[in-house]
């Protein structure tokens, strides 16, 4: 069975740091490039970073620029998102896809993992 399942959200304060995991079953992450995405309430979902399949290039969005890390662990199959000084704004559903593009009509998508930044 193939699937993707993302772990690690949850609540914390402004400027704590959470580390989402991307875990695959099924398939080998390595074949693919990973792209981490999120969706807040009444917004459409964005690319918050991606790490390329071969050469292992990552991207960012300008907003989590500086603040967050995404690696993979071939090993156990996992895509990490490590997020560093968050923010109230960083509040959203987390998705991981096999894709750097939100829009890819092939990916395959995790069911997600609220991440909650409040006091």
């Known amino acids: 069975q193939v699937q993707l399942v993302e772990s690690g959200g949850g609540w914390v304060q402004p400027g704590g740091s959470l580390r989402l995991s991307c875990t695959a079953s099924?398939?080998?992450?390595?074949?693919?490039?990973i792209g981490w995405f999120r969706q807040a309430p009444g917004k459409g979902r964005e690319r918050v970073s991606c790490?390329?399949?071969?050469?292992?290039?990552?991207v960012y969005a300008d907003s989590v620029k500086n603040r967050f890390t995404i690696s993979r662990d071939n090993a156990k199959n996992t895509v990490y998102l490590q997020m560093n000084s968050l923010k109230p704004e960083d509040t959203a559903v987390y998705y991981c896809?096999?894709?750097?593009?939100?829009?890819?009509?092939?990916?395959?998508w995790g069911q997600g993992t609220q991440v909650t930044v409040s006091l």
């Open positions: 099924g398939f080998t992450l390595r074949d693919y490039a």
């Open positions: 896809a096999t894709s750097c593009s939100v829009s890819a009509p092939s990916a395959y």
């Open positions: 790490i390329t399949r071969s050469i292992e290039l990552t």
